[in-house]
């Protein structure tokens, strides 16, 4: 009795280890035209001196990107159903809808076209694609880049490059898929080990903490017993994993900018167990500040770059 009470218990504590692996979030990526394509083919914005691909007017302009696009999305599911595939088109509209709102509100644009898509579709990963379709003679070949990118830090990491084999058919969207499907296998381990990587040891942020002259303070007024710079350095340190990242901090007077904390990925948020994003942590910044008289408010920029400004 007791040998087959123990070979429950282990059963029983075995399938709450496979639960809680499937519970956790499965990574969010977003399937975009990579930078070079968008370039050669003309879908770039330009705002003051600022360059970055237009992804509305690729979506738009070019049908046959669109159906790669897709296509290459279907193959990471077709593979992985638990990646979580969001939608470009509708990280457009969103972006969209968010600026006409701060428009309408009188509210200032501080992020480019690229970052507000990317900071609606709070994707984990981007796959950024880019290929060209190739003709000798009578048949065409197909070659492509695709690129596993973090959303956070657009750090690019498992790169599969390759050409199709020689095809009758001038389609790029059939003949890509022929020529990526062999190595999807690949690549797609190579992505969840990259998120997995993130899970272990958080995912990079950058904090610009500014204090506005209109505050009256700096970063050595007291705040409570410590100084205000104290107190950023504690919350920041509190709220990475085991404080990676927080040395790499410029300081002044009137500023602090951290240019990577890991942030944990899953936390407890309002009792519940979730994702954190970079938005969460400078919320939770501005609460405690608040709690301690100092008034403050935020701005994100994509997904991995807020400014907090102190007012």
Not at 107 to 121: D, K, T
Not at 186 to 199: D, H, N, P, R
Not at 256 to 281: E, S
Request: glycine share 8%; hydrophobic share 40%; charged share 25%.
């Amino acid at each position: 009795m007791k040998r087959i009470l123990t070979i429950a218990i282990a059963l029983l504590a075995m399938t709450g280890s496979a639960w809680a692996q499937k519970a956790m979030t499965p990574p969010h990526v977003m399937v975009v035209p990579d930078n070079i394509y968008c370039k050669a083919h003309g879908y770039m914005f330009n705002r003051d001196g600022e360059e970055g691909p237009d992804y509305e007017k690729a979506m738009t302009e070019d049908p046959t990107l669109h159906s790669v696009l897709v296509q290459v999305a279907q193959l990471i599911t077709d593979r992985n159903p638990d990646i979580v595939i969001i939608d470009l088109l509708e990280a457009i509209k969103m972006s969209k809808d968010d600026a006409s709102m701060a428009m309408a509100n009188g509210g200032e644009q501080y992020e480019n076209m690229e970052e507000a898509i990317i900071r609606n579709s709070e994707a984990d990963i981007l796959i950024k694609v880019q290929y060209d379709l190739l003709k000798n003679g009578p048949q065409y070949q197909v070659s492509y880049t695709i690129t596993g990118t973090d959303a956070y830090t657009n750090r690019m990491f498992a790169p599969i490059e390759g050409m199709g084999a020689p095809s009758t058919s001038a389609n790029p969207v059939v003949l890509l898929r022929e020529a990526v499907f062999q190595n999807m296998d690949s690549f797609l381990a190579k992505v969840l080990q990259y998120y997995q990587g993130m899970v272990t040891k958080g995912r990079m942020a950058a904090f610009d903490i500014k204090i506005a002259e209109s505050a009256g303070l700096s970063m050595n007024s007291k705040v409570g017993d410590i100084t205000l710079r104290e107190f950023i350095e504690d919350f920041m340190f509190d709220n990475s994993v085991e404080g990676n990242g927080t040395d790499r901090v410029k300081s002044g007077a009137t500023f602090m900018q951290y240019q990577g904390v890991y942030i944990p990925l899953i936390q407890t948020i309002r009792g519940r167990q979730r994702k954190q994003g970079a938005k969460d942590v400078a919320q939770k910044l501005v609460n405690e500040l608040a709690n301690k008289g100092v008034n403050a408010e935020f701005k994100v920029r994509g997904l991995g770059k807020v400014n907090i400004y102190i007012k």
